[in-house]
């Protein structure tokens, strides 16, 4: 049963906007006489009970307009189903008098027992008893019959239950919306940047104070961690999002101290200066063609294509934006990418050519087909010594001696003997010891031209974004209010 969108509390708010299909925001009609448009906007809520109620509690402007306390209370404390609480109390009332009344019958039941010898008192009390769970109505009676416990049902009809589940479900809805969209392997940087800032206006907003504090610190904790000019780039780059999202009074994020951290990356990412990097920038920042608003729209909002399209003529600002588009933000397809490569490529083995992966994965597929092809011989021996006649032992002898070779040849490219066993490991050993000399001697190589190596270092101007803290940003103060949810989470989207 759809439940109604309006209740008690209604009258006492004043609707603004709409939020959503199902939600509107409102204001407190004391709130909206006493404030401005401006600081009227910073205490709205939802138009759902639980929050304004609790919004009402502790509105002193609300509680000066009402003024008389117990009309406070009766408003903020009285539910909507007064009818169903009094039927209710007598529902408890009458169970426990028929509570009293069962115990009086069975001390009566029990006394009759010596006055005049009745033989099986236990049964009869038993019987009593059954009654009485009976009438208080158990899960499981002595029928087929189920009941629900008088418990539960008071808790399903209870309206401030149902408005707590649906306020959580309004809580866990985007948090899902954003998962599903953010695991699969084409989740791209700007979209886990917009999902956060969202995520951030929806706890300001958040009835619950505290909650929303909470979630915000934990939200912030997590962003101060990240490499941020990344997002910011690859939320910049996208001609969907450009700056028009960005809080326009934050002192250190501008369109200058982007283009920093763009010649940043292309230094670190290409070996090499740009020569046309910023220039290209500024087209992109002025919408030049080609990237106006209607060139882009013709790729379907596909960001990767675009910047591909546009590659031959803006080389370098399109080669750092197509190695930011094409990051992945999680490790599900890198793990199924090299997963079969996990125990060539580790932290001390980091260095191999392509030469000596190819030998190892070459090794490791001759021991699983040598592994696999010996099984399946055993199996075949087994399905023939229990289904088919043992075979003679002349056969044998007529064998051609060609045969004879290649069993021969592909025995030697099996390892089936200790010694093979033995050598394989040898040369893998050869093979690690060789690396690590070479690593050392590179590492002694750069310890002794250091200095050398630092004077022509294109980065030795620049901290690691990740560790500098002129690259950090407050989530909170990192979009305007114009930031709206991403377009996946509306009703009806199929995205």
């Known amino acids: 049963m759809k439940r109604p969108r309006t209740h008690r509390l209604t009258k006492y708010i004043k609707v603004l906007g709409k939020q959503n299909s199902c939600n509107t925001y409102a204001a407190c009609i004391a709130c909206f006489e006493r404030l401005e448009s401006s600081e009227l906007s910073r205490n709205t809520f939802t138009n759902k009970k639980l929050q304004v109620k609790n919004y009402l509690k502790n509105c002193p402007y609300f509680r000066e307009k009402i003024g008389n306390q117990e009309e406070l209370d009766d408003i903020i404390n009285l539910t909507d189903n007064e009818i169903e609480e009094e039927i209710c109390q007598k529902r408890k009332k009458v169970d426990n008098e028929f509570g009293k009344n069962d115990e009086k019958v069975l001390k009566y039941l029990k006394s009759l027992q010596y006055n005049f010898k009745i033989p099986k008192f236990k049964s009869i009390e038993e019987t009593g008893s059954n009654l009485a769970i009976r009438y208080e109505r ?24 149902w408005e707590k589940i ?8 985007p948090y899902c919306g954003v998962l599903n969209k953010l695991q699969c392997d084409k989740a791209r940087l700007y979209e886990v940047l917009h999902a956060l800032g969202y995520f951030m206006q929806f706890w300001k907003q958040f009835p619950d104070t505290d909650l929303g504090n909470q979630m915000i610190d934990r939200l912030e904790k997590r962003w101060s961690q990240w490499e941020q000019p990344l997002f910011l780039l690859s939320f910049a780059l996208h001609p969907k999002y450009r700056f028009a999202y960005f809080n326009s009074d934050l002192n250190n994020l501008s369109f200058t101290s982007l283009g920093r951290y763009l010649t940043y990356y292309y230094k670190a990412w290409f070996k090499k200066c740009p020569l046309r990097l910023l220039l290209e920038f500024e087209d992109f920042h002025q919408k030049v063609e080609p990237f106006n608003n209607k060139t882009f729209e013709q790729f379907g909002d596909d960001a990767f294509k675009f910047w591909g399209y546009v590659e031959g003529d803006y080389k370098e600002l399109a080669a750092v934006a197509l190695k930011i588009f094409g990051m992945c933000v999680n490790a599900a397809s890198v793990e199924r990418m090299w997963s079969s490569m996990g125990f060539l490529h580790t932290v001390r083995r980091n260095r191999l050519k392509n030469e000596k992966i ?7 597929t001759s021991i699983n087909f040598s592994l696999r092809e010996k099984e399946l011989q055993q199996s075949q021996i087994q399905f023939l010594d229990s289904n088919a006649l043992p075979m003679e032992t002349d056969f044998e002898v007529f064998t051609p001696n060609s045969n004879i070779e290649e ?39 750069l310890r002794s031209n250091s200095n050398n190596n630092m004077e022509g270092d294109l980065l030795s101007e620049y901290i690691h974004p990740a560790i500098d803290e002129k690259a950090k940003w407050e989530l909170k103060s990192l979009f305007s209010s114009s930031l709206n949810a991403p377009n996946y989470l509306n009703i009806g989207s199929n995205e």
């Open 407 to 445: 069993d021969e040849d592909i025995e030697d490219n099996t390892i089936v003997t200790p010694e093979h066993w033995e050598q394989e490991l040898r040369e893998w050993e050869e093979m690690l010891i060789e690396e690590e000399v070479a690593r050392l001697e590179e590492e002694e190589e």
């Open 358 to 364: 190819l030998a190892m994965s070459q090794l490791r």
């Open 166 to 173: 649906e306020l959580l479900q309004d809580i866990l809805l």
């Open 138 to 161: 158990p899960q499981i009676g002595s029928g087929d019959e189920l009941y629900l416990n008088s418990e539960l049902c008071q808790i399903l009809l209870d309206n401030d239950w």
